[in-house]
């Protein structure tokens, strides 16, 4: 960002500040010391924080009306002149507060010089923050919530699809991607009540704290905390301007679901592969290679896995920020911005992707069965079947160990064995062990809250929907 204004005008305003410091700042000072590349973003609450002062500074009898009107009038035409792009943002007025302030006083005169009564820049970042997190939770929590629901439905339809269940990424036992899908979605409604618990701690007003102690104004801090829409006020001025934990609480919630989508991701790169074949993805969230023609690449669900190192790096950056800070405000809290928007944006995005990727997947139900039935993923089941007829359940461990030994020997599948071969060791088998043995006599037999039933499947389903009302 440039600065377009002549020298000598530059540093008249620059007076703003000036204070007791004699020389003027240093010009690389001033760069280094700027946040107004990054922090504009926050025009709109800062001005919405700035119309509600103003009329809180008149309700309590500090300006009069007509200052507070004009005042209120010029902060409207700031934001016209933002939005249309006509505002001249100046690095030597340092972050979006001050060139605001100055542009108020440009426009309106000497009651613009007013409006930073009772208040300090510590008091309306801290405010602006929390003001532009509440409204991106709201709408990242609106996105979540409609992933949610095309989860839902694609776990509808795969209800009682048999796939194979992995532990250390080898077949382990048969489950429906139906409850597979509904994994994911327990995570995520998960994440969605994080953000949620998040917005209510963000949702307390800083302004009145000033800079550190409060202001000698008498501020109607309640008047202001409800006009600008927070439940309530900061119950402490000197925490109110100085922590970020709300950022903080956010940035983790953040990681926490970029980290579950890379694990889902990562699955659905795993299962477009050749190697899978479990799902076919939409050409249109796929690229092509530039050199082999016959490529057809994951990079959306790569891309989201790789982009979860951000998030991740995000919380860190701001966690470290945050340590062994001193009370009150430090000048380190302008770095706060750059790693919330962009876990922010890094979140948002994501969401989109995969509010866009996930109803178009196609499952391919053959190939899952086919695959459900190998890895002796029904060994289990046997093993179940002998503690029914009264095995102690290690004894039958190792009596299917056995049967398995064989199998591999013999390069076949459990339920491809005779009657008198799996009962080499046991009299206890019987015919009734080949529906035990499929995959799809496998799912139906864990019928409980949370097992991998096709019915108990649609119940989970169905107790989701009504739980989170999608
Ligand atoms: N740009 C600053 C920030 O982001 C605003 C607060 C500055 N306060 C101060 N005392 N220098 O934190």
Redesign the pocket.
Known sequence: MKDEKTPDAAESERALIQGRLKDSTDTFVQEF????DF?KRLFEQDITNSIVQAKMLSETGVITQEEAGSMVKGLEKIREEVLRGEFNWRVDL????MNIENRLTELIGEAGKKVHTGR???D???TD?RLFLIVEIDQITSKIRQLLREIAKLAEENAATVMPGFTHLQVAQPITFGHHLMAWFSMLERDLGRLMDCKKRTSFSPMGSA?LAGSTFHPDRDFSAEKMGFQGVCDNSLDAVSDRDFAIEFCSAAAITMTHFSRWCEELILWSSDQFDFVELPDRFCTGSSIMPQKKNPDVPELIRGKTGRTNGNLISLLTLMKSQPLA?N?D?????EPLFDSVDTLSNCVDALNGLIPNIAAKPTNMRQAAESGFSTATDLADYLVKKGLPFRTAHDLVGRIVKRAITTNRRLDEMSISELSADTDLIGDDIYSVLTPEGSVASRDHHGGTAPQQVRNAIKEARDRLSL
């Open positions: 010391t700027a946040s107004v922090d340092e972050d979006v507060h300090s820049r510590n309306q970042i801290a923050l800079a405000y000048k809290n302008q770095e706060d911005k």
